[in-house]
Structures are given as C-alpha cells and as structure tokens.
C-alpha cells in the first residue's frame, strides 16, 4: 500500500511538538510492516542549516503552483531515512525564513505546500491509496482533490488526524477563491465555513474519508460542547468515521537501557542505584543541592494549554518543601518570566532551561523523580509515556489521553498504578495532590513498585499502527 503522511513537521528534521513525533514514528512503524510509506514535508530554513541527512538530500523534480495572481515553484528534494521517504518542498518565499508558524501569511503559506503536494503525487509518480494528512496545515488537501475532479487521485482515499483542535485554520472567505481556486458556493452552503470564516480543519472533517484522534477519551471529549472548541456540531455528524487511536512512542530513541545520552542505563529489573547516578549527576550539572528530595521536571511548552496558568502555587509548595525543580521549554513570555523569579526565590532548588535541546530533554526524564503535566487539554501527550518509559513517576491531571495513559495510585492499587493524577483545572487541587504525591515518595518500596509499574508498560507504536493500517484498508 502507498501512505502518504501530509504534515507541517516531522521528525527527525523539524520538530516543535507531539505532532512531529507522530508523524514520523508511525511511519515508521508502518515502514517496518512493509508499506510504502512516504512524508511530504516543507523544507524549512531550519531543516536546511541541520549537517544530519541533509547532504544527502538530492532534488527529483519541481511542480509549479498558481495562488491567484502569484505564480511560485517548489523545488522537491528526497531523503530516504528508516525505510521512509521523504519529500521536502523548497520555496525561499515561503520557507526561507526560522520559525514554523505564528507570522501573517501562513494561511497562503500551507495552501501553496498543500497544492504543491497534490500535484507532486503525479509529478513524482507517488499516487497514494492513502493520504493522511495532519491538523490544519495541509487540511484542505481532500477538499481540493476531490472539487477539482482530479483524475489521477480518483482511487485515493483521505485520512485526518486531529491533534490540536484549538488550530482551525480559519482565514478570510475570499482565500477560498483566492488561494484554492474554489467556487464560494462552497461557503455559502456552509461546507467549508466555520465560525464566519473558511476553516482549513473543519474542510478535512467534511472531505475525509475518515477521522482520527490521538486518544480514545479525547475522541469523546470531542464530541462534546466543552471539550470540542467548537467542533462538536461538526464531529457529531461523523461520528461513526470518528475513532480516538492512542499515539504511542518511539521505543527505540526513548529507551533507558541503551539510550546514549544518560549517564548511566537502566531496566526495569534494575533501576534504582541507576537512576540514582542519573539524578545525582543531573543535579550537581545545574546547581541544585539537596540529592535527598525529590526531584520534579517538566518538558513542555510554556503556554496556557500546558496548565501554566495553575501551576505556580504547586511549584511554590515544592520549593518551599526543599525540593527540587527542573523545567525545559519556551512559551509565552510571562510564563517564562514567572519561571525565572521563582528560580531567583529558590536558586538552590530550581533550575530552567528557556528554549529546547534534544540531549538534555533525555538526562531531564531519566534524572527526574516526578514529572509534572496539568494540561488544560491535551489530545494525546508523549511527555507521561516517555516519563513513564524511563521510571520517571508523571502527576498529570485525567484529560484526554493523560486519562488513558496514567493510572493514578488511589492507595489500594499498588500493583498496577503508574502516576498521580487530578480531574479539576484549579490551582489549590493541583496544590493538594503533591500532599499524596510526596507521602508516596518518602515511602521507598511503595514509590519502587510504582516506578517498575512505569518501566513495565509497552507505549510502543505496533500496536496503533496496525490499527491505522487496519483502518487504511478498511476504506480502499
């Protein structure tokens, strides 16, 4: 089978989040299964000035593309990496420049990269029996597909997955015509209007064949008013080509027996004097004094999604406990801004990273005692399972795949709890917890068994890659 995977980013090229992780991670998977599986990607700035892979990368053709007046081409290059191909879509006007997303013109930005995909699955001699296209980005890629009558797409079935519900893709109903060379009756009859404006997400509800979300409880926070930011109404009508498939992880780059960048490697029948090593050494590199408290860490966007919003009285009451904080990321300015007067509070007992870094995001899970997730919402989440994977104890609150991922100790089930967890956005709730959180942790043997629960789990991607192969075929 052809799959192609249309997304915005991928590892390991670019990456700013769950989303690049998925997309490479289940095409690998399914790679190793025997597709033929390809990614079609935008060849970034940053993709440009990596020294990995990218020598490699040699040009196989260009297609040109007409947005209105504006006549651009895309040069195509190819990179085969674990069994994957990948095409990388060139154009200095659109690309050339550092960040992802966030300026004025991404809405013409995607709709180039998408119509220039569309028209290197002929130009390539890639046609797919699949195109799983992913969020907002390449989100209008169906309705294209199908509104022009393409001849050569005409056996070729769509897949959406849905990872961040809060992007829509919503711009002007004149980029419509505009961008997409589409008639406004599409508008006027509501197929692609959304909230007064034409929504790039809501098209790929209405044109796939199927939808997909990251979680099985987030599918059905989905389909309700409060969870949905507004796609309920839409979701609701496809409801039945509507499933929640639970991401997993890439076991090969997060593992604590092999992994390179820890100091010391671990299993689950041997971990304690380990993780030890990692956490002593971890602490002493930034500064942090007492080896004897717990140690809590989080990689994340700092932005409200991520709970930062509720977290400060739960770092307070940590620090002021004596124990430790480490937190890796960026995000909104005042939220880093708050990081940075508490660890000027607590210099002997929190330590930030503002930005990201691959290498200390692994000695970050493989030190850390507890990880801390409040997420308003969140879809799926790789952070609780790659804590998890290297006996890293996640504290998340019980939305979305947080829910189906971490068990929280209740105190009667010892034998298979895996983390803490709390249901309410607030604050004090999120406080309180760390109450039960650090009983837990003083008490040895019980906290021992709950971190061997965590290093025994299977976050692999097999299992959720043969459900979307089995998906895949249930529509060709």
């Given at each position: 089978m052809k799959i192609a995977m249309v997304a915005s980013e991928a590892n390991p090229l670019i990456k700013t989040g769950g989303l690049g992780d998925v997309v490479y991670s289940l095409s690998k998977e399914l790679a190793k299964l025997g597709e033929d599986v390809a990614i079609f990607l935008?060849?970034?700035?940053?993709?440009?000035?990596?020294?990995?892979?990218?020598?490699?990368?040699?040009?196989?053709?260009?297609?040109?593309?007409?947005?209105?007046?504006?006549?651009?081409?895309?040069?195509?290059?190819?990179?085969?990496?674990?069994?994957?191909?990948?095409?990388?879509?060139?154009?200095?006007r659109y690309f050339g420049r550092d960040r992802l997303y966030g300026d004025f013109d991404d809405g013409e930005r995607f709709a180039f990269f998408t119509i220039?995909?569309?028209?290197?699955?002929?130009?390539?001699?890639?046609?797919?029996?699949?195109?799983?296209?992913?969020?907002?980005?390449?989100?209008?890629?169906?309705?294209?597909?199908?509104?022009?009558?393409?001849?050569?797409?005409r056996n070729t079935k769509y897949i959406l997955t849905i990872h961040n519900p809060a992007f829509q893709g919503m711009m002007p109903r004149s980029c419509l015509g505009d961008f997409y060379s589409l008639p406004d009756y599409l508008y006027d009859d509501g197929v692609v209007r959304f909230k007064d404006q034409l929504s790039t997400l809501k098209s790929a509800i209405v044109y796939s064949d199927k939808i997909t979300t990251v979680s099985p409880n987030h599918r059905r926070e989905l389909l309700t008013p409060e969870g949905s930011m507004g796609l309920n109404t839409i979701l609701s009508l496809r409801e039945f080509d509507f499933m929640g498939i639970l991401n997993g992880i890439d076991v090969d780059e997060f593992n604590p027996e092999t992994d390179k960048r820890i100091p010391k490697n671990f299993s689950k029948d041997s971990f304690i004097e380990q993780k030890k090593i990692n956490k002593d050494k971890f602490l002493t590199n930034h500064g942090l004094v007492d080896h004897d408290k717990a140690l809590f860490s989080m990689v994340s966007r700092l932005t409200w999604q991520k709970g930062m919003d509720i977290i400060y009285p739960t770092l307070v009451k940590i620090l002021s406990l004596g124990h430790n904080v480490f937190i890796l990321g960026s995000g909104e300015y005042h939220y880093e801004q708050m990081l940075e007067d508490l660890r000027r509070r607590f210099p002997n007992n929190m330590a930030i990273f503002i930005g990201y870094n691959d290498d200390l995001a692994h000695e970050v899970y493989a030190a850390s005692d507890l990880f801390l997730m409040p997420s308003l919402f969140e879809p799926c989440g790789i952070g609780q399972m790659i804590a998890q994977r290297y006996g890293t104890l996640p504290v998340v609150r019980l939305t979305g795949g947080l829910y189906d991922t971490v068990i929280p100790y209740d105190g009667s089930n010892d034998s298979y709890a895996n983390g803490f967890g709390f249901y309410n956005n607030d604050a004090n709730d999120f406080a309180n917890l760390m109450d039960h959180v650090l009983g837990v942790y003083y008490n040895k043997d019980l906290f021992n068994h709950l971190v061997k629960n965590a290093l025994s789990l299977d976050n692999s991607w097999e299992k959720s890659a043969r459900e979307y192969l089995d998906l895949y075929r249930s529509i060709i």
């Amino acid at each position: 089978m052809k799959i192609a995977m249309v997304a915005s980013e991928a590892n390991p090229l670019i990456k700013t989040g769950g989303l690049g992780d998925v997309v490479y991670s289940l095409s690998k998977e399914l790679a190793k299964l025997g597709e033929d599986v390809a990614i079609f990607l935008p060849f970034y700035e940053s993709i440009k000035r990596k020294g990995t892979f990218i020598n490699e990368a040699r040009y196989v053709g260009e297609v040109s593309v007409n947005l209105s007046w504006r006549n651009e081409v895309a040069s195509i290059y190819r990179l085969d990496i674990d069994g994957i191909k990948y095409f990388l879509f060139d154009n200095q006007r659109y690309f050339g420049r550092d960040r992802l997303y966030g300026d004025f013109d991404d809405g013409e930005r995607f709709a180039f990269f998408t119509i220039a995909v569309i028209f290197a699955f002929n130009a390539l001699n890639f046609i797919p029996n699949v195109v799983h296209i992913h969020d907002w980005q390449p989100g209008m890629l169906p309705c294209v597909a199908r509104e022009w009558n393409l001849d050569y797409l005409r056996n070729t079935k769509y897949i959406l997955t849905i990872h961040n519900p809060a992007f829509q893709g919503m711009m002007p109903r004149s980029c419509l015509g505009d961008f997409y060379s589409l008639p406004d009756y599409l508008y006027d009859d509501g197929v692609v209007r959304f909230k007064d404006q034409l929504s790039t997400l809501k098209s790929a509800i209405v044109y796939s064949d199927k939808i997909t979300t990251v979680s099985p409880n987030h599918r059905r926070e989905l389909l309700t008013p409060e969870g949905s930011m507004g796609l309920n109404t839409i979701l609701s009508l496809r409801e039945f080509d509507f499933m929640g498939i639970l991401n997993g992880i890439d076991v090969d780059e997060f593992n604590p027996e092999t992994d390179k960048r820890i100091p010391k490697n671990f299993s689950k029948d041997s971990f304690i004097e380990q993780k030890k090593i990692n956490k002593d050494k971890f602490l002493t590199n930034h500064g942090l004094v007492d080896h004897d408290k717990a140690l809590f860490s989080m990689v994340s966007r700092l932005t409200w999604q991520k709970g930062m919003d509720i977290i400060y009285p739960t770092l307070v009451k940590i620090l002021s406990l004596g124990h430790n904080v480490f937190i890796l990321g960026s995000g909104e300015y005042h939220y880093e801004q708050m990081l940075e007067d508490l660890r000027r509070r607590f210099p002997n007992n929190m330590a930030i990273f503002i930005g990201y870094n691959d290498d200390l995001a692994h000695e970050v899970y493989a030190a850390s005692d507890l990880f801390l997730m409040p997420s308003l919402f969140e879809p799926c989440g790789i952070g609780q399972m790659i804590a998890q994977r290297y006996g890293t104890l996640p504290v998340v609150r019980l939305t979305g795949g947080l829910y189906d991922t971490v068990i929280p100790y209740d105190g009667s089930n010892d034998s298979y709890a895996n983390g803490f967890g709390f249901y309410n956005n607030d604050a004090n709730d999120f406080a309180n917890l760390m109450d039960h959180v650090l009983g837990v942790y003083y008490n040895k043997d019980l906290f021992n068994h709950l971190v061997k629960n965590a290093l025994s789990l299977d976050n692999s991607w097999e299992k959720s890659a043969r459900e979307y192969l089995d998906l895949y075929r249930s529509i060709i």
